[in-house]
Nanobody
Framework: QVQLVESGGCLVQPGGSLRLSCATS????????MGWYRQAPGKERELVAR???????TYADSVKGRFTISRDNGKNTVTLQMNSLKPEDTAVYYC????????WGQGTQVTVSS
């Protein structure tokens, strides 16, 4: 089993920045993919960004150029730096890792509003 704990979500004004972090514990040996998904009210959960152990990244088109994902393989943590935030980025953000199966965090609320 892998446990995930997110932190960093809060209310921010449009154009602002936030940094989300995800710490892992449990059976963390050989965690493969790590990433972030989000779910806005009334919408399906969608991929925001993911990163391989080697550092190859994938981003949703809507966040390219604004968000940056990174990971620390030694600490098994993953971080999402979000810049130039827009109201449409408002959602619950979920940390995700894959180690033989999908694991999800509880989610952290990001609200972009003036």
């Amino acid at each position: 089993q892998v446990q995930l704990v997110e932190s960093g979500g809060c209310l921010v004004q449009p154009g602002g920045s936030l940094r989300l972090s995800c710490a892992t514990s449990g059976s963390i040996f050989r965690i493969n993919l790590m990433g972030w998904y989000r779910q806005a009210p009334g919408k399906e959960r969608e991929l925001v960004a993911r990163i391989t152990p080697g550092g190859t990244t994938t981003y949703a088109d809507s966040v390219k150029g604004r968000f940056t994902i990174s990971r620390d393989n030694g600490k098994n943590t993953v971080t999402l730096q979000m810049n130039s935030l827009k109201p449409e980025d408002t959602a619950v953000y979920y940390c995700w890792v894959f180690r033989m199966r999908d694991y999800w965090g509880q989610g952290t609320q990001v609200t972009v509003s003036s």
